[in-house]
Structure formats: C-alpha cells, structure tokens
C-alpha cells in the first residue's frame, strides 16, 4: 500500500484527476447519452450541407400532390378512380415501378355502392343502378394489378388491438445471423391498406419515419418490426420489385443490424437496420403536379423508365420533415433520396467498430496530453494539439466525402481538451493550495486578517503597538486535570480530544471577525477591534462565546452517539470570560521571535472573569462595559460586584444568558427584576428578603441555567444568616 501511495505522489494530482476524468468520459461514450449523440449528429449535419451528394436526375420522379392539384381537384382523399387515372397514365408514359407514400386504409366515399347508401331521396331503380356499378377501389385495384405498385404501409406506435387482423402480404424476408427483431425499430401496430388493394400490389413497404431527438430525419429504417414481423420499408420494396427479386435478406451480427441486401444492391445499416442518408441538395426539377400529371401535360422523358414515388409537398397535409439540409421537406422526398442514394450506391454507412475505433482513438490522445502536458511547455504541446486536431479532422471528411463514411471528430478532440483543461486547471489549484497551505500555516499563529495586511504591506512586521479599545476572550476547559487523567495512558488521545474541541471553537471566533491570540494548554484566548476595526466588537464577541457553547453541545452529542451505549462519556464544559477596555495591542517579542498580541488591565480581567464562571455556576461572564454596550440585544444579568487590582470602584459583572429572543420572553425580565432586587437586598444586607427574593425565582431561573447559580448566592445568605452577630 505504501509503495502505491508513493507512486500516485510521484504522478502528480493533476495526472490522477485527468486521468479519471479520462476514464469517465470514455464511460461515458460507451453509455452514449442524448447530449454526446447529438453533437456528433451535428457534426455529421456539417458534413451535408458542405459536401451534399451529387444528384441524378434520371432514376426517380415524385408526383406531387401539391397545393395547385389540390383547389383543383379539391380536398384530399380524392376519388380512387383519379389515382387509377394517375397509376394508367404514370403507365403509359413508362414508368418502371410506381410507390404510394400515401395510405388507403378506408373504403372511398364517393362509389357508387357508397352513394347508394348515404344519398337520400334515391328511388329504388337509381340505388340498383349504383349497387350495379363497379366500386371506385375495384377500379383503384385493377390499375394497380395491371402496374408495378408498391403501397405504402404505416407504423402505429399506440398498441392495443390489432388494427387489421388479417396477416400482412408481403416479399419473404431471409435473415443471415441472429434474430433481428431484437434490433429493429418496432412499431407494435401495422396500419395497412383495403384488403381489395393490398391483394393487387405487387408490393407493401413501411413508409413511416421517425426523427431523431432534435426533431432532424438523418436516418431511415429499411427494415422494421410491425406486430412482430419484419417488414420493409416503401423505398427497399420499390428497389426490389424493380429488381423483380423474389425476397430481401437482412445480414446481422451480435452487435446488430450489418446491412440489407436486394438483388446485388447491399446498403449498409446501423444497428437498428437504419439506413444514414447521403443527401443531395432540394431539387423542385424532380417534382411533377399530379394535376399536369392528370391533364396530359407531362412529357415522358420525365417519367420513362424512372421509379416514380406519389406523395405530398402541401403544408396542410402535414408531411414535412426538417432534415440536416433543408428544414421543411416533404417526407416523399425522403424516400427518393434513400433510393437515389442506393441505385448510386452512394449511401452513407457507420458500421459499429467505428464507436470502437472512436472511443480508442480518445484514449490515446488523452494519455497522450496527460502524459506530456505537465513535461512539455505551453507552445509547443499548443502547437501539436492543433496539428493532431487538424489531422484527426482531415481524417474524418476524407473518409465522409471519398468513403461515405461516418467518423465521429467530435469526442475525440473534445475529450482530449476537456482533459488538458482539467490537467492545467488542477495544477493551478494545487500551486495555488500550496501557497493557501503556506499562508494558512502561519495563520495558526497570527491572526489570517493580519497575514494579508503583512502580505499588502511588510513594513508593518516590526516591534511596537498602540492603544485600542478592545474586546477580549478567554476560554478554558473545566474540569481539564480530570480529562488529562483519564487519558494519561494515550496522550495521543487527548491532543486528538483537544485538537477536536478547539477546531469549532476557533472557526466561531473567527466567523465572528475574532482574532486568535494564543493557544495555551485547554485555553483560548482571542480578541475583537484589531488588527481591523470592528465597531460592533462587544456584540461579535459575545455572539461568538455563545456560538462556542452551541458547538460545544453538538461535539458532546457526537461523543455520545460514538461511544459504547453503556458507558458514560463525561461531557465537555468551558467558561467563558469577556471583557472590554483600553489595551495595547501590537508586535511584541523580540527582533528573533514575536507575536501579534494585547497586553492590559482589561486581558487580566477577561482571564479572571472566565475562572469565575465556575464559581458563579454560568458559562459566560462578561464585564460590566461589554454588558452595557450589548444589554439591548442580548440576555445579561448582573452577577456580583468585583474589586479589581488597581482600580477604586468595584467592578460589576454579568451573566451572558442568551440572544434578544431570550432577553424580550417574559419570564426572564420578570427574573432580571427578582434577580436586581435580591442583589439589592445582599448589598442592604436585608438577609431575610435577599433569600425570599431569590427563592420565588428559582424555578425559573432553572429554565434558563441558573441553578448552580441560586444555589451559590442561597448559601452565601444562609452563611451570613447563621453567622454569629460578631462575625457580621
């Protein structure tokens, strides 16, 4: 274990960091969440619209159902007789295969069967007549039987009951490798065409397309999952029926989908059998309205020997799709892109040894710049950064524009960057924690406010002081000589004990602007008003004495809590003395050794007004000119007259109890009255009336810790009570 620590000391905390950072970032790649898929996304959608595929005007058409046919022929269904006149004369003009990205799942509303039966005032004779006459799907069906059609099929994402219980008719799907089904885009529902329809099309593929996060169509399924079948898409049945091949096989391994073969076209698939477009810049030439298509306008090299694609660009038809190089396209235009892409054989692939190749190739650069960055200097490790930047960059567009191949630049250089920026940031901490440590030291022994006014201004290091009036603290452990025996067996545990008590104690000093002066044995001694002035020091000083108590408590609970349920943990007590005076405060010592310190009547007092709380059976005593300047917004009640040495008149002491909440509560200013007016009666030495005063506050004077203290003073009376006359 020892030889471990040594070795992680000699790489470096700023290496450790980075190369956990480095290991989590590549966690994260393999996790591949939304935000680290999208940038590389975004990268790709860069790559498109720099470098769109070349297009070729002679493979594929699109009859539109555009917003012109539409006021013509009116409101979209339209009668299936007009898409029957639109399959015979796409026919005539020799079209290859013909593909419906449009959906026929009801019976049309205008045959005359239909008619029949929804028109009203029909005499009998007229309703035969129509039951008579050949229904507008049959006429639909038989347009379509005489054609090469492929219609279009939807994927409903809402289960339930099945939309169409009778089996799909469709191609027979081979598969090479495992099962796909656990790969493929799975939609739990089918929607299909009329039964009467579906039977005449030589073929039925899924047209549905799903956008990724953002809302960006960057790849289509050619094969999915519907009502646990695997079905093909509209544009990978339109290729095979054009082919005339009997079936599609799907090639799998266990990473997934490899790629989707018809004939001898084999398209490359992600995982999921989704296929990246290549696309090509928006081109309207492709485009023909189905209403010239309709009236005769259309001359045939537009459609001979194309395959031809019948769908919709109307905005109210809700068919636009927003993809990396245009943002509204209609969603027809998808699929002639996808078949575009695979006659040409220009589709984009990402096989999966690519994340592989990603998430090894941004191992190596981070290793690389965690290795080198703390050894080489900023320029030049600068410098090779932006060259392998710019390599890793060529790399990746040559292999998208001469390949059309998909290689993520993205995590790579960000992951490296990320970790030459924590590398550098961490080394700046740790330089900067070692000068903190350094200051940090010497603020163990003088005060931190008085380490940055050195540090600002050096001359101010010499012998000498001045006068000021301070608030000063000292603070000791009760009962100390009990503790240290207990522990004279493990020294190390009581310096752990006191080390432990002190560390609270100090840090409520000096969140309350305090200045530690010294450290002596189990006592504290701190001061306010210097070496910056604080006009509110009496105010601090005390909030921070009763602060220390509150600490003190929560340190003997964790005692408690951490011992054995059945032994006793004496608990920790201090007391308190404040006081506030002129003093000198400065550098004293001598030219070798000093310390910033106060010297004075008022730090001689402070010392002894702490020794008296045990006396006295309070935690804190404060003296009379700190009492009065923080009477207002703290609970004090006076103690005792004390004869100070040096001074002619007795000084008055005081018990500090509490905050304002304490001193504006009703019983206790109704016991400050008891307490002023037995200590009037002491001082009168009306003996009787002292003790019957105190007695009535008694029981209120325990809520607020002031036993030990009413039993101090009902002995004091009772002595001079029973002391012989002589004596008093």
């Not at 049309?108 to 009203?120: H, I, M, N």
């Not at 004077?701 to 009376?717: E, S, T, W």
Request: aromatic share 8%; proline share 5%; with cysteine.
């Amino acid at each position: 274990m020892t030889v471990i620590l040594k070795k992680l000391r000699r790489l470096g905390i700023g290496r450790i960091v980075s190369l956990l950072l480095l290991v989590s970032l590549l966690a994260l790649r393999v996790w591949d969440p939304g935000p680290v898929e999208a940038l590389r996304q975004k990268s790709f959608d860069i790559y498109q619209l720099m470098h769109p595929r070349t297009e070729r005007k002679d493979l594929v058409s699109i009859i539109d159902i555009d917003e012109q046919s539409l006021r013509i022929l009116g409101q979209w269904p339209w009668p299936r007789t007009v898409m029957a006149e639109m399959i015979s004369k796409i026919v005539a003009l020799g079209g290859e295969v013909i593909g419906f990205d449009v959906l026929f799942p009801e019976e049309d509303r205008s045959s005359p069967g239909v008619a029949a039966k929804t028109f009203q005032g029909l005499d009998d004779a007229t309703m035969e007549r129509l039951r008579r006459l050949p229904g507008n799907d049959a006429i639909f069906a038989e347009a379509i039987r005489d054609a090469k059609v492929v219609l279009g099929q939807s994927g409903y994402r809402v289960s339930g009951a099945a939309l169409s219980a009778r089996p799909a008719s469709q191609a027979p799907i081979a598969t090479l490798g495992p099962d796909p089904r656990a790969f493929l885009v799975d939609f739990p529902q089918l929607l299909r065409n009329l039964p009467i329809l579906d039977d005449a099309a030589q073929g039925h593929g899924l047209f549905s397309i799903s956008p990724e996060g953002d809302g960006t169509v960057r790849r289509v399924p050619v094969v999915a999952v519907a009502n646990q079948t695997v079905v093909p898409s509209l544009s990978l049945e339109m290729l095979r029926v054009a082919t005339g091949a009997g079936g599609i096989l799907v090639k799998t391994d266990l990473s997934g989908v490899r790629s989707v073969s018809v004939q001898d076209f084999e398209i490359p698939t992600d995982g999921k059998g989704r296929i990246w477009i290549h696309f090509s810049a928006p081109d309207l030439s492709k485009y023909i309205s189905a209403i010239d298509l309709l009236e005769g306008r259309v001359p045939a090299d537009r459609i001979a020997g194309k395959m031809v694609l019948i769908g919709t660009s109307a905005a109210g038809l809700l068919d636009l799709k927003v993809t990396p190089v245009h943002p509204a396209l209609p969603g027809v235009e998808l699929h002639a892109q996808l078949l575009e892409s695979a006659l040409t054989r220009s589709t984009l692939s990402r096989p999966s040894y690519t994340a592989f190749a990603e998430i090894l190739l941004a191992a190596l650069l981070g290793l690389t710049v965690i290795g080198l960055a703390p050894t080489v200097s900023a320029g030049p490790l600068f410098v090779l950064g932006g060259l392998i930047a710019a390599l890793i960059l060529g790399m990746s567009w040559y292999c998208f524009s001469y390949l059309d191949l998909l290689i993520d630049y993205t995590f790579p250089l960000t992951s490296s960057f990320l970790v030459y920026a924590v590398l550098v940031c961490t080394n700046y901490m740790t330089v900067s924690a070692d000068r903190r440590w350094i200051r940090s030291a010497f603020s163990q022994y003088i005060s931190p406010d008085l380490v940055e006014q050195l540090a600002h201004s050096p001359e101010r290091l010499k012998l000498g002081g001045e006068q000021r009036e301070l608030t000063v603290l000292f603070s000791d452990i009760r009962g100390f000589t009990a503790i240290s025996e207990a522990y004279k067996d493990d020294p190390q545990g009581l310096t752990a004990l006191i080390n432990r008590l002190f560390t609270p104690l100090t840090k409520d000093i000096v969140k309350h602007r305090g200045t530690i002066d010294k450290y002596m044995g189990d006592a504290i001694m701190a001061f306010w008003n210097a070496p910056l002035d604080d006009i509110s020091h009496e105010a601090h000083a005390c909030e921070a004495a009763l602060t220390m108590q509150e600490s003190l408590e929560i340190l003997n609970e964790e005692r408690r809590r951490e011992a054995d349920p059945t032994q006793w943990v004496a608990p920790l007590r201090i007391g308190i003395g404040l006081n506030t005076g002129v003093c000198v405060v400065g550098n004293f010592g001598s030219d070798l050794h000093f310390n910033y310190s106060v010297l004075g009547d008022t730090v001689n007092l402070a010392s002894r007004l702490e020794g008296l709380t045990k006396q006295y059976g309070v935690s804190i005593i404060v003296g009379e000119k700190t009492a009065q300047a923080v009477r207002s917004r703290f609970a004090v009640l006076e103690l005792d007259h004390l004869q100070v040495r040096g001074k002619q008149e007795p000084e008055r002491i005081f018990a500090l109890l509490g905050r304002a909440d304490m001193a504006s509560d009703p019983d206790f200013v109704g016991l400050l009255e008891r307490n002023d007016a037995m200590l009037a009666a002491y001082r009168a030495r009306e003996w009787s009336q002292a003790l019957e005063t105190i007695l009535l506050g008694r029981e209120t004077g325990k809520v607020f810790g002031l036993d030990d203290y009413h039993d101090f003073y009902i002995k004091r009376i009772r002595h001079q009570i029973e002391a012989p006359a002589s004596s008093k």
